[in-house]
């Protein structure tokens, strides 16, 4: 949630940003005390700052941007084998181009498993609740269900989804994502992100799977 979004006829660039627990698995800017940005910094080591840069970015001339980072790909400008946005964000303020940092009230981050299974249940607990009870399955909410998903002697959730034409079978599943056209029978999976067109028999424990895989036991 960004709150109020207010930008002066001034502002050459803003960051957004929201503080953070572990800096270290993010880019990052130090502000001086009027909230103007120092230094960009990116999955810093040791602690610098924890105002963790959230993606959303206002540039008042969008090419200073474009340029700088065709310079970085033009230059093979990486760290750990990466182009890094934050390297072009240097080289801007650098050239003297002037940020500013403003803080957003809440933010869902999706960049690795962890947080994406966090941000999951922030936006599940939002939408309306499932009939519990389907006779042959049961739904412990939140769930949220896609278009053709077939379910039988199954129980899901809390904090589940699954995708369209997906077909769970004789299994348990909380805090899971589920993609769509999966085959799942005889599992029981938790704390797990599973890709697309998947065929799943008899998997128990923790999983993370990409798309046209076979898992049978």
Not at 129 to 154: A, M
Not at 167 to 187: A, D, L, M
């Amino acid at each position: 949630y960004m709150g109020e979004i207010k930008i002066d006829q001034y502002d050459e660039a803003i960051i957004w940003t929201f503080e953070v627990e572990d800096p270290e698995h993010y880019g990052v800017v130090l502000t001086d005390e009027n909230e103007h940005v120092k230094d960009f910094f990116e999955k810093p080591d040791s602690f610098i700052s924890n105002r963790a840069i959230v993606g959303m970015y206002y540039f008042k001339n969008a090419k200073l941007l474009r340029d700088s980072i065709a310079r970085i790909i033009h230059n093979d400008i990486k760290i750990n084998g990466e182009y890094q946005l934050t390297e072009a964000l240097k080289s801007l303020k650098k050239d003297g181009l002037k940020f500013k940092s403003k803080n957003i009230v809440n933010w869902l981050d999706f960049g690795n498993k962890e947080s994406f299974l966090k941000s999951v249940k922030v936006y599940l607990k939002g939408i309306p609740s499932l009939e519990t009870d389907k006779g042959n399955y049961k739904l412990i909410p939140p769930v949220y269900l896609g278009s053709n998903v077939i379910i039988s002697n199954s129980t899901l959730g809390p904090f589940v989804i699954v995708e369209d034409n997906s077909v769970i079978e004789n299994s348990i599943i909380n805090n899971t994502v589920i993609g769509e056209s999966n085959v799942i029978r005889k599992s029981d999976l938790k704390n797990s992100l599973i890709g697309n067109f998947n065929n799943i028999n008899g998997l128990r424990g923790v999983m993370n799977l990409g798309d046209y895989n076979e898992y049978a036991q």
